[in-house]
């Protein structure tokens, strides 16, 4: 699973206080998740469901074939959530034997006819209506509803909307819409006969072996999943989907999507092919699911979710060409998925306590795809955000990779799970050399396939590869938290003709042990010494040198996952830009320039990196300068020009117009008009704004041209402020989801809350369903990360009821409108969820 992405990241870290709450299990004096007990042993599941679109329920009918796992046993227990049972019973080959039964506390315990041992399978029918919007169990911050089965639009009633019907299952919730045994180190087959209106499409895991139509407008499809797998992995999409063909091998890889988008998909998803190749090389594990699809959804509670072989993206996944042509950004995420179906579907977290071996790998498979794609350094860059992403919250620091005392199982899929586990993987990677490496992972694969795994069976299948021990590697960034923080300290020795650095740690805790890249520059060059630090207070290294160096930097090749103390000045900061190649070096001295842009070694810099064969550091180099100062424009201006009309990458024109946009200089309303009618929506934004700052009275007229749908967060930011100040309609709903968080927007960024809230107050007094929609759904979805911090709870729940006295006004002004009613209930039905 990636987790949810929405306009919450702009609240830093006011939402990182957890919840302390630990339940008492075993006797134990703190909680301990142990592994869930297997009395049964799910063998196969089969249904047939149909949909009741008006109550927002499904019919369904179960057959259960298992066994007792190793005791003899004449009861099945299993999950069933807000269920109405209506039938139990033991069918042996078609005939039913009537079973009793007891439910409760959702719960459903079956006694069956006789005791069965482990070697003996039964078969359990069960006919049943799930419910759904009755199910009680909550989400998370990364998952933020939990009841199993979702009807979008049921009814039809939102005109802008489609009807959909999908499911999500992690992390127990596929028992909200079928009876099972809700845990993932349970493993079974499966088929679904799914019955729907023939005007829609249906997808589920597996292949479709038929599909009947009844001649009364309704259909039904059979889809058979003939690879056991873990019931959170069931999945069926129902919807208006256009089915775009593509082909892995003789594989169908299938990408299913809103007509709107047809002919965009393959731009969007069209790299999958490629990476199951990649993927099944780099593993030398083939693929081996029957096929593979991707269908996304609209309201979906998390980013994106690896059912078996039926991948669910959120509806941020479809992109039009002004997106695509600055970057998919949904490229990454499409990778973290399919690696999956290795990492957590043929081989699944055993408990959720060792999550990390799901999410972990499918973390650190962005940074493998990337790398294999676009290249070592395109792919650095994708380290670095993932670990600025972990040190950003600092709850994660206390955090164990394999926790067992977490709070909820929900709370698993954090930084720590994802960011900071792919880093700890580049690191195993780096020790071990890749051949090892991967070569572990195909024995942890071969070894447990079709089964569960645990963090140690990765270490075993390491160590058996590797010949090494890993017992260290594993007991600090596996079993134990935090990471490690360095100051260092240089002194040269003339006589010897050697310098000495000396090397502390500084985090609570023990040392960590680590090699570690050390880079001793002198005369401008660098060279490479690889160092064994595994003291806390004092590692002393010395090295053979002709002269004083002129700086040392540690970390140079940016594999350790911590964070190292600096004193470096910005003429050393030039010196490791133009010399270094390594990508997080090279980042790190622009990074510093940016910060102190007004030295001039800092602008020295600033003006090499505009040349960065690294786009991203092009961009953050155009973000530190000021073209308005003379001695900037004097130094870059030139520069800046040819990358405002001829630079490869869309993203680096649109910040270099964004730097000329500060000289307010007319002469560049040419190249401004000119980036207005680019395909580049981040151009047109940047060619937007610049104009703004010369010629506001043209902002309404233009910001039409901007197609801001499924526009980023950094071009929402940069754009609130224009679309508020002149009122421009058209995109009020598209602000909608960054003005929702106004007050935490305030504590970052004053001016920017400032807009936001103008923005707020704008939606709550307007009648416009779509942008009142789009604002309640963000919140709505955001409500388990801000549920964990009860200020930002009553923040919000205060700011809606502020809203709410706004709409009513509204309503009471316009007591004829067939939408503000709509508003109200949506703005209610949003403060309901804040209580």
Do not use: C
Request: aromatic share 12%.
């Amino acid at each position: 699973m990636k987790k949810l992405i929405v306009a919450v990241s702009l609240l830093g870290i006011l939402f990182t206080g957890q919840l302390n709450a630990q339940t008492e299990t075993s006797g134990r004096n703190e909680v301990y998740r142990a592994t869930h007990t297997k009395s049964t042993e799910l063998k196969h599941t089969k249904l047939r469901v149909n949909f009741d679109y008006a109550k927002e329920q499904m019919n369904g009918e179960a057959w259960i074939t298992a066994s007792p796992y190793f005791y003899a046993s004449d009861s099945l227990v299993l999950d069933a959530k807000a269920m109405l049972i209506h039938e139990v019973a033991l069918d042996r080959n078609g005939t039913k034997s009537p079973l009793k039964y007891s439910y409760s506390n959702d719960m459903l315990k079956i006694n069956l006819d006789k005791s069965y041992n482990r070697t003996q399978d039964y078969t359990v029918y069960i006919k049943y209506t799930a419910r759904p919007n009755e199910v009680t169990q909550t989400g998370s911050a990364a998952i933020t509803d939990a009841k199993g089965l979702y009807f979008v639009n049921a009814q039809g009633a939102d005109s802008d909307k489609p009807v959909q019907i999908w499911t999500q299952g992690e992390t127990e919730a596929s028992s909200a819409w079928f009876p099972t045994v809700d845990k993932p180190n349970q493993k079974t087959t499966q088929e679904i006969y799914m019955t729907v209106p023939d005007k829609y499409v249906t997808l589920s895991n597996g292949l479709m072996k038929s599909s009947v139509k009844d001649g009364k407008g309704m259909r039904t499809d059979h889809w058979v999943q003939d690879k056991k797998h873990a019931p959170y992995l069931f999945f069926m999409g129902v919807g208006d989907y256009a089915i775009v063909k593509d082909k892995w091998r003789n594989i169908a890889v299938d990408y299913y999507v809103e007509k709107e988008y047809e002919p965009y998909a393959k731009q969007i998803f069209g790299n999958t092919p490629e990476m199951l190749e990649f993927f099944s090389t780099k593993l030398k594990y083939d693929y081996p699911w029957s096929k593979y699809a991707q269908i996304t959804a609209r309201d979906y509670v998390s980013g994106a979710m690896e059912n078996t072989t039926a991948v669910l993206h959120q509806e941020a996944a479809q992109q039009k060409p002004g997106d695509l042509i600055d970057e998919n950004r949904w490229e990454d995420v499409i990778a973290h998925e399919a690696f999956h179906h290795w990492f957590g579907n043929i081989v699944t977290a055993e408990s959720w306590s060792n999550l990390t071996v799901n999410e972990s790998f499918a973390n650190y498979s962005e940074y493998l795809w990337n790398e294999h794609k676009y290249g070592k350094d395109f792919a650095d860059y994708t380290l670095m955000k993932a670990a600025q992403g972990y040190y950003a919250d600092p709850a994660n620091i206390t955090k164990d990779l394999v926790r067992f005392n977490y709070h909820s199982k929900e709370d698993m899929f954090d930084g720590v799970s994802y960011n900071k586990g792919g880093s700890t993987l580049h690191m195993l990677r780096n020790y071990l050399g890749d051949e090892a490496f991967f070569g572990g992972l195909n024995d942890y694969l071969r070894t447990n396939e079709y089964g569960t795994g645990e963090a140690s069976q990765v270490r075993l299948s390491l160590e058996k590869v590797s010949g090494k021990d890993l017992n260290w590697f594993f007991n600090q960034w596996f079993y134990g938290s935090g990471h490690p923080k360095i100051s260092y300290t240089s002194t040269y020795e003339p006589v010897k003709k050697q310098v000495t650095v000396t090397l502390s740690q500084n985090q609570a805790g023990d040392a960590f042990e680590f090699p570690l890249a050390v880079d001793v520059y002198e005369n401008g060059k660098p060279t490479r010494r690889n160092v064994w630090v595994n003291a806390k207070s004092r590692n002393i290294f010395s090295f053979p040198v002709t002269k004083n160096p002129d700086f040392i930097n540690l970390n140079a090749d940016g594999v350790l996952l911590g964070e190292i103390t600096e004193n470096k000045t910005p003429e050393q900061f030039f010196m490791q830009y133009t010399a270094s190649k390594e990508f997080l070096s090279r980042y790190k001295a622009v990074d510093n320039a940016v910060e102190i842009s007004s030295d001039p070694a800092s602008l020295k810099t600033l003006t090499a990196a505009l040349k960065d064969a690294n786009f991203r550091i092009r961009m953050r180099a155009l973000a530190g300068l000021d073209l308005s100062k003379a001695d900037h424009s004097k130094a870059a201006l030139v520069e800046v020009e040819k990358l405002a009309s001829n630079d490869p990458k869309t993203l680096v024109q649109a910040a270099a117009i964004s730097a000329l946009a500060k000289t307010r200089n007319k002469k560049y309303l040419p190249v401004f008009e000119k980036g207005i009618e680019a395909v580049s929506n981040s151009v047109k934004a940047s060619s937007l704004a610049a104009i703004a700052g010369i010629d506001p009275s043209r902002v309404a007229a233009l910001a039409d041209k901007i197609d801001l749908e499924s526009a980023g967060e950094g071009l929402m930011t940069e754009l609130l402020p224009l679309i508020v100040k002149n009122k421009i309609e058209k995109q009020m709903h598209a602000i909608a989801a960054t003005v929702a968080f106004y007050p935490f927007i305030k504590f970052q960024n004053p001016e920017l809350g400032a807009s936001a809230e103008e923005g707020f107050n704008w939606i709550m007094t307007s009648d416009n369903l779509k942008a009142t929609g789009n604002l309640t759904k963000i919140l709505i979805q955001a409500k388990g990360q801000i549920a964990q911090n009860p200020q930002a709870k009553m923040m919000i729940s205060q700011m809606l009821k502020d809203g709410l006295q706004k709409k009513m006004s509204v309503l009471k002004a316009n007591p004829g409108s067939p939408t503000i009613n709509q508003q109200v209930d949506l703005i209610n039905k949003a403060i309901e969820a804040y209580k």
